[in-house]
């Protein structure tokens, strides 16, 4: 019997989970260490009782996460009454298109991480070692020294392939140094506010929700149903929270499609391949022509509201923002919730969102081979306005946003190209247009940023590298490489990054639980 092969997952959350899922299907005799700083494996940062609070919702329905052993909405019909009571749910009302807390998924994550561990075939060993940090990963001739960290204490291990699967970054690496300001909303309830109760929210969509909703709860309560909700301060209490992006819009309230989705018959991930094996020269300009012709099947009326006659990725992201300001203001946000609760009700599809909700996976099988000045223009033009046409959110998190502002806690402003946030004397200072407010707290609730092998810590495996970048696919590459890291000396070491900040420069899309999976069955297959 010869040696298991030694498996280091570095990580802890979904990606991790959905990994092993897979890597337990092999007949060959593994032994695999899941890594994980937090307390709790298999939930991860976004999902973590440690970073959010049970107020916190997804913005992903139950029927659209990756089943692990059995699917979310199964687990949760099959759940003890303590939990089911301590989030208020309904057993017989379950429903595939439920949103549910974060705390309650990640709960879901943690249960299936331990089921598959204790259920693996005995020729596999698990082990799982939570508060543990990874510093570094150094190459050797053969495997890799992983340096981990316990309790203040260091040591060394050894492992024949190393996957990489953190996660988000957060306040806790990113050292806080003016006093009031936060790098991150996360953890939610390490956030506090000034004697005034002021914070600037930098953001406006999914995290900058999570902040404003997190600091309500803190200094008030919700209350009524969904449809007729108010806020209510805590008397004495003092709260008024401002969220500040460039454009100074929120995500739309979730909008109605059909499960499963349709393919789409024109932009396909096998005419994107066709493209790339003409060239890669113009590549994103042919994908993009091709998209433009799925929108003239799909909804012509809206791109004749466009009013471009000959779009390019360019004019159309300016444009589709255009459209967007239209829906500034409380009073458009409310309209549009009202209308997404009509759809619902009636079935009824909005063409342009639904055929931009699929295309941006299609697009993001091309990504990875485009050249450095396409990638660019994607990054900068396309890719934000397919985030922000698929980045829905919940009706719940949108009536709470409308609760606050009509209980004269929030607003919400657009920092154009000439607004600006100064700090000065323990204040931070907020001007755009006429307005200029002052703040005690400025919270960064920009979302998740790209990272580097080095800003993740990781200094002897950036040094290794024969690339900076690390994830560029090529023409005639195996779909099971995409994601090994080429290694100067060592193009086929076993070590593999879907890390999702590393990721994100090249898979701009990747930070969604389906993206987790998929790229989790690619490694694993490699593997």
């Not at 089921?115 to 890799?144: C, N, Q, Y």
């Not at 396409?374 to 959110?393: E, I, M, N, S, T």
């Not at 609760?403 to 004397?425: F, P, W």
Request: proline share 5%; with cysteine; aromatic share 8%.
């Amino acid at each position: 019997m010869g040696r298991k092969k030694r498996i280091a997952l570095i990580g802890g959350g979904p990606t991790s989970v959905y990994t092993l899922k897979n890597l337990l299907q092999s007949a060959d005799e593994l032994d695999i260490t899941i890594f994980e700083a937090g307390r709790v494996a298999g939930c991860g940062i976004p999902y973590s009782e440690e970073h959010n609070t049970p107020d916190m919702m997804a913005n992903i329905t139950s029927v659209e996460i990756p089943p692990v052993l059995v699917s979310l909405a199964d687990w949760v019909r099959s759940a003890d009454l303590h939990l089911l009571n301590k989030f208020g749910i309904d057993r017989a009302r379950v429903g595939e298109r439920d949103y549910y807390p974060r705390v309650l998924i990640g709960a879901y994550y943690a249960d299936q991480l331990a089921r598959m561990v204790a259920g693996s075939a005995p020729w596999h060993k698990v082990g799982i070692e939570t508060e543990t940090r990874v510093l570094d990963i150094k190459p050797m001739s053969a495997g890799f020294d992983v340096v981990v960290c316990r309790k203040d204490t260091t040591s060394k291990r050894r492992f024949d392939a190393v996957v990489m699967a953190t996660g988000h970054l957060t306040q806790s690496l990113k050292p806080k140094r003016v006093k009031g300001l936060y790098r991150s909303p996360y953890p939610i309830k390490d956030l506090t506010l000034g004697g005034d109760g002021t914070a600037l929210i930098l953001g406006s969509s999914l995290s900058a929700i999570d902040a404003a909703v997190g600091l309500a709860m803190r200094h008030g309560k919700f209350v009524g149903e969904e449809d007729d909700l108010a806020f209510k301060l805590e008397a004495g209490a003092k709260l008024r929270l401002v969220m500040a992006s460039r454009k100074g819009t929120v995500p739309d309230a979730d909008f109605f499609y059909p499960i499963p989705e349709e393919p789409l018959m024109i932009f396909t991930p096998a005419r994107l391949e066709k493209l790339r094996h003409k060239g890669k020269d113009g590549l994103l300009n042919k994908a993009f022509t091709l998209f433009k012709q799925q929108l003239e099947v799909d909804d012509p009326a809206f791109l004749d509201g466009l009013g471009i006659a000959r779009l390019t990725p360019e004019n159309f992201a300016e444009a589709y923002f255009e459209m967007r300001k239209t829906r500034q203001g409380f009073a458009a946000i409310e309209d549009d919730l009202n209308q997404s609760k009509i759809n619902y009700r009636d079935r009824r599809v909005v063409m342009w969102r639904y055929t931009m909700m699929r295309a941006h996976e299609v697009f993001g099988t091309v990504v990875p081979y485009l050249d450095e000045r396409d990638l660019k223009r994607f990054r900068q033009h396309l890719a934000p306005a397919f985030a922000d046409a698929y980045g829905c959110v919940p009706h719940l998190s949108i009536a709470r946003l409308l609760a606050l502002h009509r209980a004269g806690c929030l607003d919400i402003v657009a920092l154009g190209e000439n607004g600006t946030i100064r700090y000065d004397a323990g204040r931070f200072t907020l001007e755009a247009g006429r307005q200029k407010q002052s703040f005690a707290t400025l919270i960064d609730a920009r979302g998740q940023s790209t990272a580097s092998i080095s800003e993740l810590g990781f200094d002897q495996l950036d040094r290794a590298l024969a690339t900076d970048d690390i994830l560029k696919r090529t023409n005639g590459q195996s779909q099971d490489d995409q994601f090994r890291l080429r290694l100067k000396g060592q193009p086929d070491a076993d070590i593999f990054c879907i890390s999702i900040p590393v990721m994100m420069e090249r898979y701009p899309f990747a930070q969604g639980l389906v993206a987790c999976s998929e790229a989790a069955e690619v490694v694993a297959t490699a593997l």
